[in-house]
T-cell receptor, first 113, second 111 residues
Framework: GQQVMQIPQYQHVQEGEDFTTYCNSS?????IQWYKQRPGGHPVFLIQ?????EVKKQKRLTFQFGEAKKNSSLHITATQTTDVGTYFC?????????????FGKGTKLSVIP | NAGVTQTPKFQVLKTGQSMTLQCAQD?????MYWYRQDPGMGLRLIYY???????DKGEVPNGYNVSRLNKREFSLRLESAAPSQTSVYFC??????????FGPGTRLTVT
């Protein structure tokens, strides 16, 4: 089946350092979404990218969708302790099963104050 | 708006027991989903319902059944629980544009 690979699995950073997580699919995605899950919480939608090469920003977070629509990244500038949690990408493929999202395994971010 | 609600929040079952996890959404979404989350495995889709009256299998449907009772409610049933079904279960619903809203989860332990 279709898979979305996400790296790294864990990242420990000092507060104020930058953080990046990457997602990759072997086949073209229709779109990709990003979610954040705080410890003990549930996933919360952050953003959806649809267009090839799209870049979107939310304050210190920058999201990119690759030109081939097979990869994506989330970059956080100057991390804060409030950024702690697990970040998931979730890809949607066209065709049969297009209602489904395929989630990456997530990157767990720890921020050391 | 409550968003997506799930009951119960916690449950302990013995092997072979059955139970139903309840999910409801008040956002008038057509599509609803059941996921399980295990450490290091991310979120895996069990079943989904694209619209009222339809259900489809996801990645890991074995051992589960679902019912889309009406537009608001989507339940997940374990007929004969097994220790491998120990997990956190999330229900979600989605907008037309596809973003998903998750419930708070049910933490299930099967002994």
């Amino acid at each position: 089946g279709q898979q979305v690979m996400q790296i790294p699995q864990y990242q420990h950073v000092q507060e104020g350092e930058d953080f990046t997580t990457y997602c990759n699919s072997s086949t073209t995605l229709s779109n990709i979404q990003w979610y954040k899950q705080r410890p003990g919480g549930h996933p919360v939608f952050l953003i959806q990218l649809v267009k090839s090469g799209e870049v979107k920003k939310q304050k210190r977070l920058t999201f990119q969708f690759g030109e081939a629509k097979k990869n994506s990244s989330l970059h956080i500038t100057a991390t804060q302790t409030t950024d702690v949690g697990t970040y998931f990408c979730a890809g949607r493929y066209s065709g049969a099963g297009s209602y489904q999202l395929t989630f990456g395994k997530g990157t767990k971010l720890s921020v050391i104050p | 708006n409550a968003g997506v609600t799930q009951t119960p929040k916690f449950q302990v079952l013995k092997t072979g027991q059955s139970m139903t996890l309840q999910c409801a959404q008040d956002m008038n979404h057509n599509s609803m989903y059941w996921y399980r989350q295990d450490p290091g495995m991310g979120l895996r889709l069990i079943y989904y319902s694209a619209s009222e009256g339809t259900t489809d299998k996801g990645e890991v449907p074995n051992g589960y059944n679902v019912s889309r009772l009406n537009k608001r409610e989507f339940s997940l049933r374990l007929e004969s629980a097994a220790p491998s079904q120990t997990s956190v279960y999330f229900c979600a619903s989605s907008t037309r544009s596809g973003e998903q809203y998750f419930g708070p989860g049910t933490r299930l332990t099967v002994t």
